[in-house]
């Protein structure tokens, strides 16, 4: 991961897991010019297997990056260079920008001065067109500091400071485009996704717009195709009352926070029930492969847990060796790293079965797609109250529907309605008197 050379130490890019050959740069936290301690994160990376920060191997000044945001390079390519400290002072003045990434130690001006890359002059985020149009402000004319020439919401606010007099209409970056007289208002999905950038199809057409694909929505699409694609879906679900497991939750969950630090949640009784019934249905921890159905002795379940701009399918390792407990611990450690973008590529790897919370966005019925290359993927709906018969007489009951999809190459109806059928016994099998520990 690095190499000694005379003028500093190259970081290089590592192998994440075995079958990755090449990653990304998704976002660079540190700038040249930045003292760097050992093991400080450097940079996001992105790969086919997981999001995570680049840690750094040595300590000293960020010399120079090699390797702009966005850029894909092969495992052992060389990302940037760090000083070993000797010189920090005078490493500091001289270190340069590269492909395009600018040192945040300059000035605005100076910067879009020493940058003769303007490919993202024009490309302008939500929040700087908001306060552009709010001001009433004509973004040509305003300089750009960020990668790119690109306009950042700190270029605008110095111009209104400086009363607008930061002019560059004699500078070769105003092109002899027309003044755009009112700005731009964000794409619904900026809402959804702040971190993707839009930008109009032209200076004319206002009706539509571009968001960048990322890499990591690239990879997604890429495994959704490949799933629906190579795999033939089958679906069928089942209603499960949980009223039980409603009322022991609801019995226990204060103490349970004080006590274990984490919450109790559906989901781990959800996975619980899933797990004892792959153990009496293996063949539905299995993927399919030529003329062979591997079967896989270890249940790792695959969490499938929702980002702002991705889905992240985390795996607990080993699920059947845990309790309730145990489950409920690593639910919220995996879906808290996965929010905060810590995850690591173990995380990521070795599931065998995935389980989908889409209850959580108040869905009741779902036609989940296969994590590729599994057999199965159940998603837990929205509980909803409502009115059930039991022994003839109407009761309200807490109720859910258990949505399966499955490899119909592998699975048939006959095995998967049986494996239904005893994850929603194990569920129901829950009372208020079931032993978490």
């Not at 200076?203 to 571009?210: I, K, N, S, V």
């Not at 899933?274 to 993927?287: H, L």
């Not at 929010?339 to 590529?345: E, F, I, T, V, Y």
């Amino acid at each position: 991961m690095q190499k000694t050379r005379t003028n500093g130490t190259e970081i290089t890019m590592p192998q994440f897991a075995e079958s990755v050959v090449s990653a990304t740069i998704g976002k660079w936290l540190k700038q040249p010019g930045d003292h760097i301690e050992e093991y400080e994160a450097l940079c996001e990376v992105i790969t086919d297997k997981v999001t995570a920060e680049l840690p750094s191997t040595a300590e000293g000044i960020l010399v120079e990056i090699l390797v702009p945001e966005g850029d894909t390079v092969d495992v052992g390519a060389v990302i940037c260079i760090i000083d070993d400290g000797a010189g920090q002072e005078s490493a500091k003045k001289q270190a340069k920008p590269s492909s395009g990434i600018i040192s945040q130690q300059q000035p605005a001006t100076e910067q879009a001065q020493l940058s003769g890359d303007q490919s993202m002059r024009h490309r302008y985020s939500p929040a700087v067109r908001s306060l552009a149009e709010e001001h009433g402000i004509d973004l040509h004319r305003v300089r750009g500091s960020g990668t790119g020439g690109r306009i950042t919401r700190k270029d605008v606010l110095v111009f209104i400071e400086n009363g607008g007099t930061d002019s560059i209409a004699s500078s070769p970056i105003a092109d002899n485009r027309h003044t755009v007289k009112t700005a731009v208002p964000p794409a619904p999905a900026a809402s959804i996704m702040p971190s993707i950038e839009i930008e109009p199809a032209s200076d004319g057409d206002r009706r539509e717009y571009f968001i960048d694909v990322t890499p990591i929505r690239k990879t997604i699409a890429a495994r959704m195709h490949q799933s629906v694609s190579e795999i033939p879906h089958a679906w069928t679900s089942i209603e499960v009352d949980v009223t039980n497991i409603a009322k022991l939750r609801s019995k226990v969950k204060d103490d349970f926070k004080k006590n274990e630090g984490v919450n109790l949640t559906y989901m781990a009784f959800l996975i619980k029930a899933v797990v004892s019934a792959i153990k009496d249905y293996p063949i539905m921890n299995s993927v399919w492969s030529l003329d062979k159905i591997i079967v896989k002795r270890d249940i790792n379940i695959s969490l499938a847990v929702g980002t702002e701009n991705s889905v992240m399918t985390p795996v607990i390792h080993h699920a059947d060796q845990k309790n309730i407990i145990g489950i409920a611990r690593e639910v919220e450690d995996l879906a808290g790293r996965t929010r905060a973008g810590k995850l690591k590529p173990a995380d990521m790897q070795g599931g065998t079965f995935t389980i989908n919370n889409t209850g959580t966005f108040g869905s009741v019925l779902s036609y989940p797609i296969i994590n590729y290359p599994q057999a199965a993927i159940l998603t837990f709906e929205s509980i909803v109250k409502r009115p059930v018969v039991i022994n003839d007489m109407i009761a309200v009951r807490s109720m859910v529907n258990l949505c399966l999809s499955f490899d119909h190459r592998i699975l048939d109806g006959i095995i998967c309605g049986r494996f239904h059928q005893r994850v929603k016994e194990n569920l129901e099998s829950f009372n208020i008197d079931t032993n978490l520990y």
